[in-house]
């Protein structure tokens, strides 16, 4: 049990659509949840992160709470978010920002990353390990810890999700053609479904969605009932997936492969043939596990990379 006098940071992750915020203590436990909508407002999106941070501040004015950390869907650096797709938005020095707003040392890092640290540190022996966290979520993302340290390099590292695996395949928002993430993540799977509903709109598919735009859940669920073109699409997107994984094992050669994201969490035919694939894989047969933490990651790493950056270091 934490008491008020056990010094704690804030975690924050800004996703695409929401954002979610908590009280993290040292040893990662996890307190005060806050999950809301983000803003349709540019500016007040902007804002969404100091306003939580300070908004747990207030709430919980007993707590030490000395350190804030922030993970968000883009690219970081030196604490300035350069650039997010998802969110729309470029050139927020976020660092500076929520530090002024609340007195707090501030720490701001991508959300692939966060998610890699936190659950990285779940590993025994972690700081002896090379240990690469890749997640299938609407695209493909992830982050490497060598030796207990996230690597970034010059800030990108870990951009897995843009190794080219079909050279011919379709354009990515990168500039290339045939990313991995553009061929096995959740909308390549969105995509398939779609033109299998298309092509066949007789076909299991096209009836699992109706009047909807037939996605990887309908994908899922006509694979799970038999239907062999959708086993036929899953099967090709897991070797895909494969294909891609191998390419990253064969130049990390980790110890431990952590899977997560939202197509590793939902159980059902498209998770069962992913993690089929990983058996499969020429530069990787050691551990494959999957992720721990769910959603909960994001914030409980941005709020560990505050703790490593502050001088108050748990138990110091
Ligand atoms: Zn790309």
Same mark, same amino acid.
């Given at each position: 049990m934490n008491t008020s006098a056990d010094p704690a940071a804030i975690g924050i992750d800004l996703g695409a659509t929401h954002i979610r915020a908590a009280i993290v203590a040292a040893d990662g436990t996890v307190s005060s949840v806050v999950r809301h909508a983000l803003p349709a407002d540019a500016a007040a999106r902007r804002q969404a992160a100091a306003n939580v941070a300070l908004h747990l501040l207030a709430r919980h004015p007993d707590r030490w709470i000395h350190a804030i950390g922030l993970a968000v869907a883009g690219t970081i650096a030196d604490g300035v978010l350069t650039s997010s797709t998802n969110l729309g938005?470029?050139? *927020?020095d976020y660092r500076s920002e929520i530090h002024a707003a609340t007195g707090r040392a501030t720490t701001v890092l991508n959300d692939a990353h966060a998610a890699a640290t936190a659950e990285a540190?779940?590993?025994?022996?972690a700081r002896t390990a090379t240990i690469l966290m890749v997640t299938v979520g609407t695209g493909i993302g992830g982050g490497l810890v060598i030796n207990g340290a996230l690597h970034t390099g010059t800030g990108?590292?870990?951009?897995?999700?843009? *190794?080219?695996?079909?050279?011919?395949?379709p354009s990515c928002g990168c500039g290339r053609r045939g990313c991995w993430e553009q061929v096995a993540g959740g909308l390549a799977l969105d995509a398939a479904a779609s033109d299998e509903a298309r092509a066949d709109p007789g076909g299991r598919i096209a009836a699992i969605a109706g009047d909807r735009h037939p996605g990887a859940a309908d994908l899922a669920r006509a694979a799970a009932e038999g239907d062999s073109a959708a086993m036929g699409v899953v099967a090709r997107h897991a070797g895909l997936f494969a294909a891609g994984l191998d390419n990253v094992c064969a130049v990390v050669a980790p110890h431990v492969l952590i899977l997560g994201g939202g197509i590793m969490a939902r159980p059902g035919p498209i998770r069962d043939a992913y993690l089929a694939a990983t058996r499969t894989l020429r530069w990787h047969q050691g551990d494959v596990r999957p992720a721990n933490l769910g959603d909960n990651a994001g914030m409980i790493g941005a709020a560990q990379a505050a703790w490593d950056n502050s001088r108050c270091r748990a138990g110091g």
């Open positions: 938005m470029q050139a *927020v540190r779940l590993v025994d022996g990108d590292a870990g951009e897995i999700g843009h *190794v080219v695996v079909d050279p011919g395949g």
